[in-house]
């Protein structure tokens, strides 16, 4: 053992050094799928063991990164609270005492705050918002060349009503001093080591003041689970999720840039495009999510009926503004065809998934290599290539299959 | 093991049609325990030793085929930005084990085969 020391909360949860490392245990129930990463590995298991849900993709037990199958996202538009992805940087508490939560509003503010639960929801009005929450590692399994990271296939993301009162409020009971520049964020999850940097993100403010944007308790009109961050998470409709800090305990507001490593450091993407083993070049925060869509209906190599048509489904989302069109292409740059999908109800919102479906009226051969490509309402479309970038960040090329007519 | 223990928190709209209440109650879960499976080779025990105390085996045996070069890096982010504790003298044993399991089939499966 070098220097590095566990803190008193990793050795009390059981999660400790050598000794204590990898209790012997029972297996997982379930089956395995196969998420098509080229060169693989692969095969990740697929098990209805994790406490509230059903069958998820484990790729990691501890701590807990469950991917949603694709099949969760075959109907409708709001993923069950047990299909939902999960995703926690480290050790994630597990057991949340609700009358002795409090949230610390501090930094640069009139006056700190230590706010209950009962405080938070009264801090105003109680607002609702359908909003896709998506990792902005979703689909780096699929990036071509490979890049290291949690290997997600696009299964990352989820679509949710949350409920909660606007952040706005909140630090209203504080009051903002007018040096403020960004809010940042902090849960109940720490680091196991002394040193390490605590999962900690901030916003702009403009961005924290936006009405839509949220300190909520509940998801789907349940409580929030623990895995999805009880008591309290933020919701930043049409940002990456890594902003949707969990077990929410810390707010501070800052007056400055945020020199915090999963801001300052990682969590950041090229401005412009690079190859890869290029260094040193400039690089943003990842924030706002751009269009993605796929089809639902049918898989990679499925077949489909020679001389008939076809309709072919899937779902749609415009990222931070809402979708305008999506089409089904055919294979090529540019397309070489292309179909306009007839969009499904406008239920939600412009953050959330929406349906789509086209009939091609006669299928007359093997429908090589089509995607559906999303444009959303700021003209953004899915691009034919991937912007590969060294980190896999916020894939959202065209995903393409291969259909057989027999 | 299913050990979900959810206590719902209940909605309850107040009388006066002001603001509606919510109610917080505790909530408790109980994880899966981690079987930790790493293929048999050697080297094994010095990553069970020093690389499973933060992260399943999976996170390692998920990863593309990397070089050498890029695991030690890897390993080395650990250390300084993670501040993982790992023993020096283990580095090479742990980089030819991953790298051996990554000439296999290398599959993640390993955590929960049935």
Same mark, same amino acid.
């Given at each position: 053992?070098?220097?590095?020391?566990?803190?008193?909360?990793?050795?009390?949860?059981? $999660?400790?050094?050598?000794?204590?490392?990898?209790?012997?245990?029972?297996?997982?129930?379930?089956?395995?799928?196969?998420?098509?990463?080229?060169?693989?590995?692969?095969?990740?298991?697929?098990?209805?063991?994790? *406490?509230?849900?059903?069958?998820?993709?484990?790729?990691?037990?501890?701590?807990?990164?469950?991917? %949603?199958?694709?099949?969760?996202?075959?109907?409708?538009?709001?993923?069950?609270?047990?299909?939902?992805?999960?995703?926690?940087?480290?050790?994630?508490?597990?057991?949340?005492?609700?009358?002795?939560? +409090?949230?610390?509003?501090?930094?640069?503010?009139?006056?700190?705050?230590?706010?209950?639960?009962?405080?938070?929801?009264?801090?105003?009005?109680?607002?609702?918002?359908?909003?896709?929450?998506?990792?902005?590692?979703?689909?780096?399994?699929?990036?071509?060349? +490979?890049?290291?990271?949690?290997?997600?296939?696009?299964?990352?993301?989820?679509?949710?009503?949350?409920?909660?009162?606007?952040?706005?409020?909140?630090?209203?009971?504080?009051?903002?001093?007018?040096?403020?520049?960004?809010?940042?964020?902090?849960?109940?999850?720490?680091?196991? %080591?002394?040193?390490?940097?605590? @999962?900690? &993100?901030?916003?702009?403010?403009?961005?924290?003041?936006?009405?839509?944007?949220?300190?909520?308790?509940?998801?789907?009109?349940?409580?929030?689970?623990?895995?999805?961050? @009880?008591?309290?998470? #933020?919701?930043?409709?049409?940002?990456?999720?890594?902003?949707?800090?969990?077990?929410?305990?810390?707010?501070?507001?800052?007056?400055?840039?945020?020199?915090?490593?999963?801001?300052?450091?990682?969590?950041?993407? /090229?401005? $412009?495009?690079? &190859?890869? !083993?290029? &260094?040193? @070049?400039?690089?943003?925060? #990842?924030?706002?999510?751009?269009?993605?869509?796929?089809?639902?209906?049918?898989?990679?190599?499925?077949?489909?009926?020679?001389? +008939?048509?076809?309709?072919?489904?899937?779902?749609?989302?415009?990222?931070?503004?809402?979708?305008? &069109?999506?089409?089904?292409?055919?294979?090529?740059?540019?397309? !070489?065809?292309?179909?306009?999908?007839?969009?499904? /109800?406008?239920?939600?919102? *412009?953050?959330?998934?929406?349906?789509?479906?086209? %009939?091609? /009226?006669?299928?007359?051969?093997?429908?090589?290599?089509?995607?559906?490509?999303?444009?959303?309402?700021?003209?953004?479309?899915?691009?034919?290539?991937?912007?590969?970038?060294?980190?896999?960040?916020?894939?959202?090329?065209?995903? +393409?299959?291969?259909?057989?007519?027999? | 093991?299913?050990?979900?223990?959810?206590?719902?928190?209940?909605?309850?709209?107040?009388?006066?049609?002001?603001?509606?209440?919510?109610?917080?109650?505790?909530?408790?879960?109980?994880?899966?325990?981690?079987?930790?499976?790493?293929?048999?080779?050697?080297?094994?025990?010095?990553?069970?030793?020093?690389?499973?105390?933060?992260?399943?085996?999976?996170?390692?045996?998920?990863?593309?085929?990397?070089?050498?070069?890029?695991?030690?890096?890897?390993?080395?982010?650990?250390?300084?930005?993670?501040?993982?504790?790992?023993?020096?003298?283990?580095?090479?044993?742990?980089?030819?084990?991953?790298?051996?399991?990554?000439?296999?089939?290398?599959?993640?499966?390993?955590?929960?085969?049935?």
């Amino acid at each position: 053992m070098s220097d590095g020391k566990f803190t008193r909360r990793a050795l009390v949860a059981g $999660a400790g050094t050598a000794a204590l490392a990898v209790p012997a245990a029972g297996k997982l129930a379930g089956g395995m799928i196969d998420l098509g990463l080229p060169g693989g590995p692969s095969l990740r298991p697929t098990t209805p063991d994790f *406490p509230g849900k059903r069958d998820m993709i484990v790729q990691r037990i501890r701590p807990p990164l469950l991917e %949603t199958p694709m099949d969760a996202f075959r109907e409708g538009v709001i993923t069950p609270n047990d299909r939902h992805f999960v995703r926690w940087n480290w050790s994630m508490p597990t057991e949340v005492r609700a009358g002795q939560h +409090r949230v610390a509003v501090g930094g640069a503010v009139r006056k700190p705050v230590s706010l209950t639960l009962e405080e938070i929801a009264a801090a105003g009005e109680h607002v609702s918002i359908v909003a896709v929450n998506q990792c902005a590692g979703n689909g780096r399994g699929l990036s071509e060349p +490979r890049v290291t990271g949690t290997q997600w296939g696009n299964g990352a993301m989820s679509c949710a009503k949350w409920t909660g009162v606007r952040l706005g409020d909140v630090l209203a009971k504080a009051g903002l001093a007018d040096s403020a520049k960004r809010v940042r964020f902090a849960g109940l999850d720490v680091p196991l %080591t002394d040193g390490a940097p605590q @999962f900690i &993100k901030s916003i702009p403010l403009d961005v924290a003041l936006r009405e839509d944007v949220l300190v909520a308790w509940a998801m789907n009109d349940e409580a929030l689970p623990i895995l999805h961050g @009880f008591p309290l998470r #933020i919701v930043v409709p049409g940002w990456f999720s890594t902003y949707w800090v969990k077990m929410l305990a810390t707010i501070e507001v800052l007056t400055g840039e945020d020199e915090s490593h999963y801001v300052a450091e990682t969590y950041r993407w /090229p401005t $412009a495009p690079v &190859k890869p !083993g290029d &260094k040193d @070049f400039p690089t943003v925060p #990842i924030e706002a999510m751009p269009p993605r869509s796929f089809i639902t209906s049918h898989a990679d190599g499925d077949t489909v009926a020679r001389g +008939r048509p076809l309709t072919l489904e899937g779902f749609a989302f415009g990222g931070d503004v809402g979708l305008a &069109k999506v089409e089904l292409v055919g294979a090529g740059e540019g397309g !070489g065809w292309t179909a306009a999908c007839q969009l499904g /109800p406008d239920e939600h919102g *412009p953050y959330a998934f929406r349906r789509w479906s086209v %009939t091609l /009226p006669h299928v007359t051969g093997d429908l090589a290599e089509i995607g559906s490509r999303a444009t959303n309402t700021k003209g953004l479309s899915q691009p034919d290539a991937l912007v590969w970038n060294p980190s896999g960040y916020a894939r959202n090329v065209i995903e +393409r299959i291969t259909l057989r007519a027999q | 093991m299913r050990a979900a223990l959810f206590l719902p928190l209940a909605f309850l709209l107040a009388a006066c049609g002001a603001a509606p209440r919510v109610e917080f109650a505790d909530a408790s879960i109980t994880l899966p325990d981690d079987p930790g499976d790493l293929p048999e080779g050697p080297g094994r025990d010095s990553v069970i030793e020093n690389c499973t105390a933060c992260h399943s085996p999976s996170t390692m045996l998920q990863q593309p085929k990397i070089s050498r070069e890029k695991w030690e890096a890897t390993v080395k982010k650990m250390v300084t930005l993670y501040k993982a504790p790992v023993d020096e003298k283990a580095v090479p044993q742990i980089v030819d084990y991953l790298l051996a399991a990554q000439a296999g089939e290398g599959d993640v499966s390993r955590e929960t085969p049935r």
